[in-house]
């Protein structure tokens, strides 16, 4: 193992890239949530918050497609498995639980609460021009703009 901070650039993970990661094993930590440890094509591991995951079915002892979400300030690698019926980019149709409005900073959004195939409720703000009116039970046509801890992001389609 390659400790991090000591590679030289021929190792180095590069934000919005995907790489095979390894998915070593799965640890409980003193804070009592349990991390998926992943080892990159370089030897670096990296720990990864497993109930986020919980439900796309990970083993230990097999390979992960993941991105590099973000590099922080200290060196830290956030990572997104590859989500296994989204990606990003592509369109889906979602039912809708519940439509209403949120207050923003300085403005009030027209929202709708969709449900993705893992019963996750996702909040979708309805764009100003979209002028139907969009009931709960109804389903929409959304697009996955990217996915983030698990859950994908969308944006209505016109």
Do not use: W
């Not at 002892?61 to 990572?79: E, K, P, Y």
């Not at 997104?80 to 923003?104: C, D, L, M, Q, W």
């Not at 893992?118 to 929409?140: H, K, L, Q, T, W």
């Not at 990217?146 to 016109?158: A, M, T």
């Amino acid at each position: 193992m390659i400790i991090p901070g000591y590679y030289d650039l021929k190792h180095k993970l590069e934000e919005g890239k995907t790489y095979i990661f390894s998915f070593l094993k799965l640890v409980t930590l003193a804070d009592g949530e349990a991390y998926m440890v992943m080892e990159d094509p370089f030897g670096i591991r990296h720990m990864l918050l497993y109930r986020y995951y919980k439900q796309y079915d990970l083993q230990p002892d097999t390979a992960v497609r993941c991105r590099v979400d973000r590099i922080n300030c200290t060196g830290r690698v956030f990572l997104e498995p590859e989500h296994p019926f989204y990606k990003p980019g592509t369109s889906a149709v979602f039912p809708v639980i519940r439509a209403g409005f949120r207050n923003a900073e300085y403005s009030v959004n027209r929202v709708i609460l969709v449900k993705d195939i893992f019963d996750n409720e996702i909040e979708v703000v309805i764009p100003p021009e979209y002028r139907d009116n969009i009931m709960a039970g109804a389903r929409v046509e959304c697009t996955v703009k990217l996915i983030r801890k698990g859950r994908p992001v969308l944006s209505l389609n016109p």
